[in-house]
């Protein structure tokens, strides 16, 4: 035990025990968190900060700001081919396949000219269908949706 009034001694400055940091470096840090992960197909990046959301999230939970994809109408992994467009061209000269031509699936339009009447309409009838109920992808793997 030292007496009081003596002089401590003073380690030298350098063997001080540093201050640990507030904040633990950038682990709160979304980015490069983020960048680990994969997207899942029910996610989507933030408009706002390219953090990884849920689709159906309206608003990001790490900026707070409104997910521009989100709700049932509107996604953003939908085709930018105009539905309505395609529904007519389906409807009225999709035994053709021109529906397929207009979303740049020009393969298998091809293929339903040469071989869509050995279906007797069916082809042309499901693609109506799945036109009309927004299943139909175009090129890219996008469904052709109603956005109204
Ligand atoms: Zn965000």
Redesign the pocket.
């Known amino acids: 035990m030292k007496k009081c009034g003596n002089v401590m001694e003073e380690p030298p400055s350098g063997t001080m025990p540093q201050v640990p940091k507030a904040e633990g470096g950038r682990n709160f840090k979304g980015e490069n968190m983020s960048d680990d992960r994969t997207k899942l197909p029910d996610e989507i990046f933030?408009s706002?900060?390219g953090?990884i959301?849920k689709r159906a999230a309206e608003l990001?939970p790490?900026?707070g700001?409104r997910n521009r994809a989100g709700g049932p109408a509107f996604s953003a992994d939908a085709s930018d081919k105009d539905w309505l467009t395609a529904l007519l061209l389906c409807i009225f000269v999709g035994c053709l396949g021109v529906h397929r031509f207009y979303l740049g699936r020009t393969a298998s339009g091809v293929c339903m000219i040469l071989f869509g009447w050995l279906t007797l309409g069916i082809w042309w009838l499901i693609d109506v269908i799945m036109v009309a109920c927004g299943n139909f992808k175009d090129a890219e793997g996008k469904p052709v949706m109603r956005r109204f």
Do not use: L, T
Request: charged fraction near 10%; include cysteine.
């Open positions: 933030c706002s900060c953090a959301i990001c790490k900026c700001v």
